[in-house]
Structure formats: C-alpha cells, structure tokens
C-alpha cells in the first residue's frame, strides 16, 4: 500500500484518536488496550481506503468519511435509557434480544449468563472478565493488510457486544441484536464485537442495523467470530438505514475442524452500505456459506466484498449474492477465493446476480479467484440484467398485471438468498421485509418495539 | 366469441401475418395447422398480446369487444388462456403463489371477493385431480426443473384453473410421448363445456385423433389457405403440406 491509496482525510480520524485516546483507555481493559499503538500506527500508514485501493475500486467512502462528525467514543446517559423497555416480539421467533445503542452496550446488567452457561453482554465488560478468552480470539482474526479502517477500529473501539457458547452447548434462542443509532448530533461510531463458540456447540444471532433519527451518520464496526470443532454458527445481518446513514462492516469467521458458518447479509435500505465478509477455513473438512442480498433504490450504494481463504484441504465454501437496482443507485460485488497450496480437496463456488431496474443503475460485479492447490472444484458466474419480458409475459398471459408480475419476479429472484436462512421465523419475517421494500413500502417488523421508519 | 378481421402483423421489418380472416364460436374446436414458418405461433401471440408482434391492419373481436385495446391481463381476465409452446421457468415463485395470484386477479374483475387460503387449496386440489398432475409439481416453484411433458401438463392445469371462455394451446404436443400426449389431451376434453371454445395449433395430426377439431384451417404463408372438417388434417398428415403450397403458388 503506497500513500496514493490514502486519502488526505485520514488525518481528520487520526485527529479523532488523538482527541479522545486517553478516555478511551482509560475505560477499556489492559489487553484491549495492548492493541491500539500498533493500530494507530497501520492506521496512519494505510489510511482511509481511496478508490485507488483495489478492495474499494468500486465504492467511493468521500461522501461519508469526509465529513465533520461529532465523536462520541464513550457511552453516553442518554443512550442507556433507551434500552430499559426493549423487547422484541417478533412472533414466533424465540430470541435473546440485545440493544446496542451508537456502539455501546446500555444494558444495566453488564453481562448475562443464559442457561447452560452462555455468556452475553458488553464487549468492554467482557474483556475484563473474560482474560483468556480475549486472549486467544481478540484481534486474532481482525487483520490485513487491505484496508486501514479494520485497524482504526482497533486503536479506538471500546465497546459492543460479547457472547460466549461453551464446548458441547447448542443455544436453543436465537441472539438478537438489535443496533441503533439515534442522536440529535452528526455522529461517527466504531463498536467491536466478539463472538466465540466452542466445541460442538451451535449458535444463531442475528443483527438488526436501524437508523432512528434523521442526522448524518457514519458507523465503522468490526465482528470476530471463532467457530470451534464440529460447530454450528449462523449470522444474519438484516440492515435498514436511512438515506443519510454510512455503515461499513468488517466480519471475521474462524473456523475449525468440521464446522459450519453462514454469513447473510440482507441489506435492505441504506445511503452507503459496506460488508466486508471475511472467512477463514481454518480446520478440515470446514463448511461456509456467503450469502447476501442488496435491495437499493435513489442513490443508494451498496457494496459486499467477501473473501474466503482455503488454508487446509477437504473445506467447502458457497457464495450467493443477489441484488435488485431501481432509479439511480449502484452496487457492487467482489468476491474472493484463496485456495492455499495445501488446501487439497476444496470446493469453492461463486455465485452473484443482479437486476438493474432502469438505464440508470450501475452494477460492478468483480470474481477474484487465485488457486494454488491442483486437486479443487471451484467455479463463478455473475449476471446482470434486466426482468425478463417472456417471463413478465407469462404471468401476465394468467391475468396478473404488469406491476405484480414485476413484484412477483423480484421477489422470486430475492427469495433464492432468503431460503438459505436457517431460522423459519426470520424467513418469514424476511420475506415479508423484502416484499415491502419492493413494494416501495418502508420495510420495518411490524412487532419490533424500535419504530425506526415511523 | 372470436372474430378475426383481415389481420396483418409483423415482426420488426417482417411481414408474418397477410390477411387472416377466422370466426370461432361457442362450442367449437378449431385446428390451425401448417408448415413451420407459416405464421401459427405468431397468430397465438397476437392472440395474448405478445408487445413484439405489432398489428398492422384489421381486427379482432372477442365476444363483443376490440381484443387489440386490451393488455395481456386483461385479455386472460376475460377469458383467453394461452397454453405456451414453450413454458417459462420462474425460479423462486412457487406455483401456489402463482396461481393464487391469477385466480384472484380474475375473481377481482369479476367483482367477486379474493378466495380464502383454504378455499385456494381446495381448488388446486380438485384441479389436480381433475387433469391428473403430480401434487408434488404444485409445490415447487414454477416449471422449475420440470420435464418437457410436466411442462405441458402444468398448462392444462392453469387452464383448468382459470376456466377460459376461449383456450389456445399452442403446440402443446410437440416434445410430448404418447402418454404425457393423454393426459393433455384428456385434461382439455374434460374441462371443455357448451360455451368455451379451444384453437388447437399443431404441426402434426398426432394430438388431433385425441382433441378432435370440428374445423381444421390450413396456414400458409400469413394466409388460411383451406378450411375444412376434420377429414383435411389426416388428409395433411398422409400427403404433407407440399400440395398445398403447389395450389397456393400456382393461384
């Protein structure tokens, strides 16, 4: 990375650190702590990713990074109060539900232990109870050396969400964060979260991204996930912003001996949205499964980069990425796969289509495979186009009209990403979000207790 | 219930169809048969209100009213239903949605109340029955993976449940065995009453001795050329099409 792939507002962020570093320690534990000068340092040679940066040739961050934000790096009184009446009652979706309010846990209790041992609660709590763990998982998987903005989240993150499944337990409850940002100031938030699930464990948790009020935001959040032997994990990250709001996430799966992931990041509505999904097949005879679906409308952007690593042999990997344009939005898709020379017997698929709605969108669809091993099954496809006419025909030709048919289509086209979720419940629910969203309805859980689209 | 005008149509720059004239009415079974390129599909897809095909002169008439005016919808709400040549696979729209979504379309302009959940089962069920499908084609998305003759059936029973008034199956034979060639033929004989009325376009007098037409037409280069009874298609199918277009050329 040379200095042309930095823009000269890195140094407003390196402003930022230096502004509020010592509060910042001052409430974080030891170790978290041990991370942040090397951070700063990557940080301040790596800089805000440029369109130069080849992982960000097709997203422009200028629009939301080069800005004046109120920084609020420490939890603040007013954002506890909001979590004190939260449930969500989603029905028949039996969860753990969490709140996360501009980056911070608020919680009174700082940690919950639920039956059989698992632990949920505040990311800083948790560094501090829970050394060893944090030890062997923190910071482990968050790291290259492609884009700065992982790093200055580890020089100045202090807060999010912990959770901890234990060898041999199977959390029956799906987790349920649901992570706001609400502020009557223009304000840029940075939480980390870290999830670790033991031996022959399974966990499901699902993030719920909303926006409740109208400002300017900017959120940077960083999630590391260690999937141990013969374990279960899925994500589903379901995100419904407003227009005004610039959300870039950075997840990292580890997995081992026999496990299986699913990534799935549904991204609904949102200004600028980035998933950056990165997976690590770490142990034989690993399973991961990518997924997304990106639904943008005006001048939305939506960008998913997902990169998988094959390092051992016998590991199979899945990505899905669907995505539907309408007036003058664009998105972008960039999927990787690294097969390693050992990495002997892997599968490695690839799949990303999108349907542009006007002459107006634009779709940058990008496969980067590099293969290093001989004996591997690995293919890509991506297609861009528009609704297919003799399909719209023939729904027509039953008596639906031309709008419902279109509806109808698209739906279909967007339900091939939602059939993979593993939770009956969320699929349902997500059906019906999407089915809104294309309607051009506001998409919001008719049951979730944050009215955020109200 | 059907009138066709002297209707000419092209497609882009080329000009299909040169002057049809047809009347069907109520009760009769009509076979269009021809040689390929003879303009058969393309009078279906005018018939459906397929956008590429435009209409250069005449008119057509269904039961009173200027079909040309009417959107694909429209025309399939009052009562035309087109069995595809080539049936469209829709990945992720099961056949339950689909349908529900077609018979209360129809209901709505009727001005009748959308079916209930149960009611719409109910339906499908008999309707299943009725033309012999697989219950397990009805819930899997449309046509998706099916077999040729699944395809095909599929049609017969989204005929079965829209109840067209005038039914136009457009090469529903081809690619058939003799079997899966039944079971369609059986499916369009059963749901056939006094009032509806069936355009059979075929190739081949194969699927004819199953449907049995009251009037055969010959097409021939954007024209009817012959009409006559049933006798003419197994007259076609032992001496072909040449004769024909020998007697067209010569006049």
């Known amino acids: 990375m040379g200095m042309s792939n930095k823009t000269d507002y890195t140094d407003r962020y390196l402003g930022y650190f230096d502004k ?317 796969i690294y097969v390693h020379p050992d990495a002997q017997g892997t599968t490695a698929y690839q799949r990303n289509n999108t349907i542009l709605l006007t002459d107006d969108t634009k779709m940058n669809t990008k496969p980067h495979l590099e293969i290093y091993a001989d004996d591997v099954k690995c293919s890509h496809g991506a297609t861009v186009g528009q609704v297919d006419e003799d399909v719209l025909f023939y729904l027509r030709s039953r008596g639906i009209d031309k709008r419902e048919a279109k509806l109808m289509l698209m739906f279909g086209f967007a339900h091939d990403v939602i059939q993979d979720i593993p939770v009956a419940a969320i699929r349902e629910r997500l059906d019906n979000l999407v089915m809104q969203r294309l309607r051009g309805e506001l998409s919001r859980c008719a049951s979730c207790m944050v009215k955020c689209c109200e | 219930m059907l009138k066709i005008n002297n209707l000419h149509a092209t497609i882009g720059d080329k000009k299909i169809l040169k002057g049809i004239n047809l009347e069907v009415k109520e009760g009769e079974v009509h076979a269009i048969m021809g040689p390929n390129g003879s303009g058969k599909s393309t009078l279906a897809s005018v018939l459906a209100g397929r956008e590429f095909v435009k209409v250069t002169e005449g008119e057509i008439i269904f039961n009173g009213k200027n079909l040309l005016e009417l959107s694909p919808e429209e025309r399939s709400k009052e009562g035309i239903f087109l069995g595809f040549q080539y049936p469209i696979e829709i990945p992720g729209v099961s056949m339950v949605a689909f349908m529900k979504a077609a018979v209360n379309a129809h209901r709505e302009y009727k001005g009748l109340e959308p079916l209930s959940a149960s009611d719409f089962l109910k339906l499908m069920r008999e309707k299943k029955e009725l033309v012999e499908i697989d219950s397990k084609l009805a819930n899997r998305s449309v046509n998706e993976g099916f077999s040729g003759g699944e395809k095909k059936k599929n049609e017969i029973f989204q005929m079965a449940m829209l109840e067209p008034k005038l039914s136009i199956l457009d090469e529903t034979d081809s690619g058939l065995d003799i079997d899966a060639l039944r079971v369609v033929a059986n499916g369009v004989n059963k749901l056939k009453r006094g009032d509806t009325s069936s355009i059979v376009i075929t190739h081949y007098q194969r699927l004819l001795d199953y449907i049995v037409p009251d009037i055969v037409h010959v097409l021939y280069d954007g024209r009817i050329v012959k009409t006559s009874g049933k006798g003419l298609a197994l007259e076609l199918e032992i001496k072909g099409y040449d004769w024909i277009k020998k007697e067209v050329d010569q006049n």
């Open chain 1, 20 to 336: 509020s570093i010592d509060e910042i320690r001052e409430s974080s534990s030891p170790l978290v702590n041990s991370f942040r000068e090397s951070a700063i340092t990557t940080f301040r040679r790596m800089g805000i990713p440029s369109r130069k940066n080849e992982n960000y040739k097709y997203t422009d961050l200028t629009p939301f990074f080069d800005h004046d934000y109120q920084t609020s790096f420490l939890p603040r009184a007013e954002d506890i109060k909001e979590a004190e009446n939260f449930r969500c009652n989603v029905a028949e979706l039996d969860t753990h539900g969490i709140i996360l309010v501009n980056g911070y846990y608020p919680h009174a209790q700082r940690l919950i232990e639920l039956p059989q041992g698992i632990w949920v609660g505040s990311f800083n709590e948790a560094s501090k109870k829970f050394k060893a763990l944090f030890e062997k998982h923190y910071a482990k998987y968050a790291s290259t050396e492609k884009d700065g903005l992982v790093h200055l989240n580890t020089a100045m993150a202090s807060d999010g969400i912990f959770i901890y499944v234990p060898d041999n337990t199977i959390c029956e409850q799906t987790i349920q964060i649901v992570n706001i940002v609400q502020s009557t100031e223009e304000i840029f938030n940075q939480h980390r979260n870290l999830i670790v699930v033991g031996n022959n464990s399974e966990m499901t948790m699902m993030i719920c991204d909303h926006t409740l009020s109208p400002m300017k935001f900017l959120t940077n959040a960083v999630t590391e996930v260690s999937v141990g032997e013969n374990s279960k994990y899925n994500i589903i990250r379901i995100q419904n912003e407003h227009n005004s709001a610039g959300k870039i996430t950075h997840t990292f799966i580890n997995q081992e001996r026999n496990s299986f992931a699913s990534s799935n990041n549904i991204s609904l509505h949102g200004g600028l949205i980035r998933n950056n999904t990165y997976h690590f097949l770490s142990g034989e005879g690993a399973e991961t499964r990518s997924n997304g679906l990106y639904l943008t409308d005006k001048f939305q952007h939506t960008d998913n980069y997902v990169s998988v690593d094959h390092f051992v042999p016998n590991c199979s990997s899945n990505q899905l990425f669907k995505g539907v344009l309408d007036d003058i939005s664009t998105a972008a898709f960039n999927g990787r």
